[in-house]
């Protein structure tokens, strides 16, 4: 019984080859991850650095076209009452009154308290599910890829619970 032996250079360039292989599932994870944190700080900055920041209450009158549209009352004696408007989710309906925060420079809002935090962060728990996927199949680190995968989904869970 004898054995062949593999020669060197085919062990050392099947360790480059996966490494390579690594080194793209991870640049692929920390992509998506990157994204997700980037498109919900957009909306997340206003809501965890809201201090200093106009605070108030919007009252829905009518949606469409992407955006939800209702009376703002603020909280404190410098704002202004008027129109403004809030990005529609499956949550808002006409007559809903929840309490917001003003984009500075905009007549734009964003949702605050539990609900408003949760909601802004949803585009990383999405993120966070596909990564996990790549996780666990590109990079083969299955508990890891369970923990990305469980994070997603509380945050998504909660968020739908929340609204």
């Known amino acids: 019984m004898s054995q062949k032996r593999k020669p060197r250079a085919s062990v050392a360039s099947a360790r480059i080859v996966t490494f390579g292989h690594r080194m793209a599932m991870g640049a692929v ?23 200093g920041r106009e ?3 919007l009252t829905v009158t ?12 603020a909280d404190g004696p ?7 408007t ?4 499956v949550a808002v309906r006409k007559g809903d009154r929840f309490p917001v925060v003003v984009k ?6 964003v949702r605050t308290g539990t609900a408003g935090l949760l909601y802004a962060w949803v ?15 590109g990079l083969r ?6 923990g990305a995968a469980v994070a997603g989904g509380v945050l998504l869970v909660a968020t739908f619970f929340a609204l």
């Open 62 to 73: 009518g949606c469409g076209d992407g955006v939800c549209s209702g009376r703002y009352a």
């Open 78 to 84: 410098g704002g202004e009452p008027g129109r403004m």
């Open 29 to 51: 994870v920390l992509l998506l991850l990157v994204a997700g944190v980037w498109t919900s700080w957009s909306d997340a900055q206003h809501v965890v650095l809201s201090k």
């Open 141 to 146: 680190l299955t508990r890891t890829a369970w």
């Open 55 to 57: 605070h108030g209450t």
């Open 123 to 137: 585009p990383l728990g999405g993120a966070l599910l596909l990564a996990s996927l790549v996780i666990g199949g």
């Open 104 to 109: 500075p420079g905009t007549n734009e809002l």
């Open 86 to 89: 809030i990005e529609e989710s």
